[in-house]
């Protein structure tokens, strides 16, 4: 098979870590060669943050290109737009409606561009839009935003639910598991 | 066992099963983690040196009396280390040292991107770079073979996207050597120059020897495919050629970065038809090859600057872009800021208001540099604010006296701002020294530090009093402030700052992220007392911004409820008591 590639972005402190983890973690007990290519560190304060998945039969590089990737999960509205040049042809967007204003917005140098995926869509790009924060606290936590979105992306994978479940389990510490396990179900049944 | 691990965890395993006793590190993305990791391992001590060059001696200490060690840092931190480093290589060791380095092309959290490949040159000892995590353990473990086989410090060079990124691991057993009984050695381990001088053959002789090894040993490895390109690759630019041209080209696959094999390169040279080097940062391979006369496309083809991928190897090569589709509209930087409650925001706020100029250092507050706050003039390295304001306040000649300042973490304080407050003090400055003690090294991923009153397994250890020390080091004027109290913090600074002598203000707040610290309920605004003067935009905190009315609003989720801007609200609209804002739902509140 042809490499996959995945791209987990969102604003420092969101969670994307624990996302790529759980999913390596899926791809792992799948039999998948794989690579996640994270950045620790200043970006992690508030910034745009990005972190890689690329799973197949052999991996090399653990970064994805211009044009490479299947998925773009996006934790935040705009930051779906910034990544959004990653995507293959026939590629997705799965991201979170909400909006977090970046520093140069904030003190007015700087416009939010609100119909951002409005123009992407009508660039023919395909987008799986939902107010992932709202279903994370239905679930218990606003924290759990990467984990509704996990949901939703696994709609799209021929991987048995349980076997999802199984990893939130093996991935998240015991007392956020059932928490996560209904954010996870929220977002898998969105738009259902 | 086979596991998915970070670059960082996979050299932890490796120095595990290499049998390591001793790991001692300063903190620096991107080599952080392989301390940590090594440290959730009971049978290594660990511990989180002041600086770099106490972590690499302790190391050199543990080698001695025979045990397997090893140290870790960023490409920087090997500048401070590199005192001791270069005289390791003229007294080898006793049992294995392994110094782990990590570069940052592309400098996602460094001051510069230098290529830490050139001081295994200057100091003439080997040094392996892994491609993946299966590498990073396998070649930890080798370095130890080497360090001992040879009688060698081996640094293990790391970058960003080998460090940082997970692949498939298969775990071993530990096999710990047999200990050494120390026996004294003066001819070894004393570096006088009647000793210096019989050592410096040795380490000649040593990297020939070494270069015999490079050119037999597998762990540089020829991968013949296409013999039109012939491409010599290290480390992550090895997956990016594997990536673009599979068995498209034939690859020299460096593991051993210094010394370089000769014989080798020359062999696989005349098996291509054209040769490139492909490495980030310096032409380091490329000028070697030109050395041996072997003629190489290097640096006129892939740029020094920033870090490679397989797009930008696709492009050099003239290869077609993939499609791809962008958006018309502009989209807003997104660049790291102080977090929401951030005990430096409330300093850096009062020195930014009263115009003060500051010499910054490394660590989170650097952020302080950023609009709207813009408080910083400087940031050079590890301890430079300390002593870079000595040098400005005597060229001054008293002109910097009273509207100059310097910030340094407490971290960064203990690193190297101690030599540089003794300075001012003994050479007669008079500096005001702010040290931001957040009671944590922040920006790395919260560790601990010699002033937290813990160690790096969490476990209470001596915690150094900052008042007692900056007394001791000859400073009369010590005090502490409370950074979210701008009042106090203001009459502080202006004191200070007038005082006819030098003086340190502490301004203690632990980082708003630490565990044990509670956040308090979030601050709401009322719009009907909100006047859209903006006064509260100048803190440049991420939880407030002007909404579609004009008027500020707060992002409960955000917010932790510290109170600089309900201090600074002219009109009292800033307040804990809940209003009409309070009752939608956060995910409307945010950016409406």
Request: hydrophobic residues 40%; glycine residues 8%.
């Amino acid at each position: 098979m042809e490499t996959k590639g995945i791209v987990i972005c969102g604003v420092g402190g969101q969670g994307s870590l624990l996302a790529s983890k759980l999913l390596g973690k899926v791809l792992v007990n799948e039999g998948y060669d794989i690579k996640v290519s994270e950045v620790h560190g200043m970006s992690q304060r508030g910034g745009s943050v990005i972190t890689y998945v690329r799973y197949g039969e052999k991996v090399y590089s653990p970064v994805v290109q211009s044009g490479e990737a299947d998925f773009v999960i996006s934790f935040e509205r705009i930051e779906a737009a910034r990544y959004a040049h990653l995507l293959r042809k026939g590629g997705i967007i799965i991201t979170n409606t909400q909006r977090i204003d970046p520093m140069p917005v904030i003190i007015g140098a700087a416009e939010y561009p609100e119909n951002i995926l409005d123009e992407l869509t009508a660039k023919g790009v395909q987008i799986e839009a939902m107010d992932a924060l709202s279903l994370a606290q239905q679930a218990g936590s606003v924290k759990a935003v990467n984990i509704v979105l996990m949901g939703q992306l696994a709609k799209h994978f021929h991987i048995g639910y349980e076997k999802w479940i199984a990893a939130i389990e093996q991935t998240v510490k015991p007392q956020f598991v059932e928490m996560n396990k209904k954010a996870f179900e929220l977002g898998y049944h969105f738009g259902e | 066992m086979k596991e998915l691990m970070i670059g960082n965890a996979a050299v932890a395993r490796g120095l595990y099963e290499a049998g390591v006793e001793v790991v001692s590190s300063y903190p620096g993305t991107p080599s952080t983690e392989i301390t940590e990791f090594a440290a959730t391992y009971n049978d290594i001590y660990c511990e989180w040196a002041p600086n770099e060059k106490v972590a690499m001696e302790t190391a050199f200490g543990a080698s001695l009396r025979g045990v397997r060690a090893a140290c870790a840092m960023k490409h920087v931190g090997l500048n401070v280390a590199a005192d001791p480093l270069f005289t390791l290589s003229y007294t080898g060791v006793t049992g294995g040292l392994v110094v782990c380095v990590a570069d940052d092309p592309g400098m996602h959290s460094s001051q510069n991107e230098q290529d830490s490949r050139h001081y295994a040159i200057a100091a003439k000892v080997p040094m392996l770079e892994p491609a993946d995590s299966a590498e990073c353990k396998e070649f930890a473990k080798l370095a130890f073979d080497i360090s001992e086989q040879f009688d060698t410090p081996c640094l293990l060079r790391m970058c960003t996207r080998i460090a940082h990124a997970q692949s498939v691991v298969e775990t071993g057993e530990r096999i710990v050597p047999e200990k050494k009984s120390y026996e004294k050695n003066p001819q070894k381990f004393i570096m006088a120059p009647a000793n210096a001088i019989r050592r410096h053959p040795f380490v000649e002789e040593r990297t020939a020897k070494l270069v015999e090894y490079a050119e037999t040993s597998p762990v540089n490895r020829i991968e013949m495919g296409d013999t039109k390109i012939g491409i010599i690759a290290t480390g992550a630019c090895y997956q990016y050629c594997k990536e673009v041209f599979g068995e498209g080209a034939s690859i020299l696959k460096i593991g051993m970065v210094n010394p370089l094999p000769v014989q080798k390169i020359r062999d696989f040279a005349a098996k291509v038809e054209k040769l490139y080097v492909v490495e980030e940062l310096d032409g380091v391979i490329e000028s070697h090859c030109k050395n041996i006369g072997v003629e190489v496309i290097g640096k006129e083809m892939f740029t020094p600057l920033g870090e490679f991928s397989q797009k930008s190897i696709a492009e050099a090569f003239g290869l077609p872009a993939k499609e791809t589709v962008t958006a018309d509209t502009q989209i807003p930087v997104r660049p790291p800021v102080m977090c929401s409650g951030c005990p430096h925001r409330g300093m850096f706020y009062i020195l930014s208001k009263n115009k003060i100029t500051v010499l910054g250092d490394i660590g989170c507050y650097t952020l302080g540099s950023a609009a709207p706050l813009t408080a910083l003039d400087s940031t050079l390295c590890m301890g430079a604010s300390i002593s870079g304001l000595h040098g400005f306040a005597k060229a001054a000649q008293g002109e910097a006296d009273h509207n100059t300042v310097c910030v340094i973490g407490d971290s960064t304080f203990m690193h190297s701002g101690m030599t540089g407050l003794a300075n001012i003090a003994y050479n007669g400055s008079k500096a005001t020294v702010i040290i931001l003690d957040n009671s944590i090294t922040g920006m790395t991923g919260h560790q601990q530090n010699p002033t937290t009153g813990y160690n790096i397994k969490g476990d209470p250890a001596t915690k150094i009093n900052l008042e007692a020390l900056c007394h001791s080091l000859g400073i009369n004027r010590v005090r502490v402030v409370d950074p979210y109290n701008l009042e106090e913090t203001e009459k502080a600074v202006k004191e200070e700052l007038a005082a006819d002598e030098a003086s340190v203000i502490i301004s203690r707040r632990p980082c708003v992220l630490l565990k044990y610290v509670k956040p308090k309920k979030p601050v709401f605004v009322d719009p009907d007392k909100c006047r859209s003067c903006k006064r509260c935009m100048k803190l440049g905190c991420p939880s407030i911004h002007i909404g579609a009315d004009g008027k500020a609003a707060i992002d409960t989720t955000l917010c932790v409820g510290c109170g600089v801007c309900e201090q600074l609200c002219p009109f009292g609209a800033i307040g804990h008591e809940e209003s009409t804002m309070a009752e939608l739902p956060p995910a409307q509140c945010v950016g409406k």
